[in-house]
């Protein structure tokens, strides 16, 4: 068999601005049942929000950053990592990043089933743009659930300010977009039961 058939296993859940990543991780601890699900809010602050000077009023413990670049979330960097959050949040989690140029081209869709049919959650950081052929978004970096594999198609849950959404792609074109945002894949593994 060559698909994973998940359907529909996260509840969709509006992301707050600069939050996607929170968002994501809202979904997949509401998956697992966790009974204290953080706020965006106080997950994007673990995850070192830096935000535009207009939001300050909206996030008032978020650094202030001018350039496109320093805004959002940094799970990647150790002081603010997914890792930390977990553990300092008491978590059952423990997160592996796999940069996608790691992966050999032909393996993508192994990876990807073997983790899904595994019980794994798995986020990708993606350009926005790339994913969704809007040229006025390519360089809007995101991240996205994969919720479902097969044969060629992924099914992708897409955090959103007005509206989060389930989009159906090609494999290529997720990989297009991770490759564009210089990126790759964020395990998820759930390491103990509540």
């Known amino acids: 068999m060559n698909s994973a058939k998940i359907q529909d296993k996260y509840y969709l859940i509006n992301q707050l601005k600069y939050c996607c990543v929170p968002a994501v991780l809202q979904m997949i601890f509401k998956r697992h049942k966790i009974n204290h699900i953080l706020d965006q809010k106080s997950i994007a602050y673990e995850l070192g929000l830096v935000i535009p000077e207009y939001l300050k009023d909206e996030f008032p413990e978020a650094r202030i950053g001018k350039e496109p670049s320093e805004l959002g979330v940094f799970p990647g960097n150790k002081e603010t990592s997914l890792n930390l959050l977990f553990e300092k949040c008491n978590l059952p989690f423990r997160e592996e990043f796999i940069f996608l140029n790691e992966l050999c081209p032909n393996g993508i869709n192994d990876f990807l089933l073997k983790n899904l049919t595994s019980d794994i959650d798995i986020i990708a950081g993606v350009s926005y743009g790339v994913l ?57 593994i759930r390491v103990r039961n509540e």
Do not use: C
């Open 132 to 188: 969704t052929n809007d040229t006025g978004k390519i360089e809007t970096m995101h991240v996205v659930l994969i919720e479902y594999l097969w044969n060629d198609k992924v099914q992708l849950v897409v955090p959103h300010e007005e509206k989060s959404y389930r989009l159906i792609v090609s494999l290529k074109a997720l990989i297009n977009s991770i490759k564009y945002a210089k990126d790759g894949f964020w395990r998820i």
